[in-house]
């Protein structure tokens, strides 16, 4: 009698959970999955280049421009623009800024890296405003990765550094040749 008794207690027990399901194993459905945002953003630091390493791309006593205008282009794999952004530098000559609106339509060939460039667009010292090709910025500087990611609880950017990049002097005094 007790062991009948055993066997229907337990028998009782597996088959509550089938009677009785736990809320929690449903999913609310109309409850969206929160989507992680990840933003492309692209930063470096504009500079002056000294009279002395005027031709070459060496920055050794440069100094940074504050108010630097750069820009960022993408093209497609297609080569179409599929991007452009201009952006002014701090007062410390760094700039910073968000590729709003970038996308992505090729995963290799639309990647940030091998798409996205930042040229220089104008600087506001009348004295330090002619273009140079330092670090290709007047054709381009590519992006490079360097590891930094910014990360919150909804929100992730990749942070891809450019340059530096540098304009050069309107006059440089002639150099003697001995």
């Given at each position: 009698?007790?062991?009948?008794?055993?066997?229907?207690?337990?028998?009782?027990?597996?088959?509550?959970?089938?009677?009785?399901?736990?809320?929690?194993?449903?999913?609310?459905?109309?409850?969206?999955?929160?989507?992680k945002k990840v933003d492309v953003v692209v930063e470096g630091v504009v500079y002056c280049q000294s009279c002395e390493r005027f031709g070459t791309w060496s920055l050794t006593g440069a100094k940074t421009i504050p108010s630097a205008k750069v820009s960022v282009i993408c093209k497609s794999h297609k080569g179409q623009v599929s991007f452009y952004?201009?952006?002014?530098?701090?007062k410390t000559g760094y700039f910073y800024g968000e590729l709003d609106g970038?996308?992505?339509?090729?995963a290799l060939l639309d990647h940030p890296l091998q798409s996205c460039k930042v040229k220089l667009v104008s600087s506001p010292d009348e004295n330090c405003s002619l273009l140079s090709n330092v670090n290709y910025g007047m054709y381009g500087a590519p992006l490079r990765f360097e590891n930094k990611r910014l990360m919150g609880s909804n929100y992730e950017a990749?942070?891809?550094?450019?340059?530096?990049l540098a304009f050069r002097p309107n006059h440089c005094p002639p150099t003697p040749h001995y």
């Open positions: 009698m007790a062991r009948t008794q055993l066997i229907i207690f337990i028998s009782s027990l597996l088959i509550l959970p089938l009677v009785f399901p736990s809320t929690a194993a449903y999913k609310d459905v109309s409850e969206k999955p929160v989507e952004k201009a952006l002014e530098a701090d970038f996308t992505i339509s090729h990749v942070v891809y550094s450019a340059g530096p």
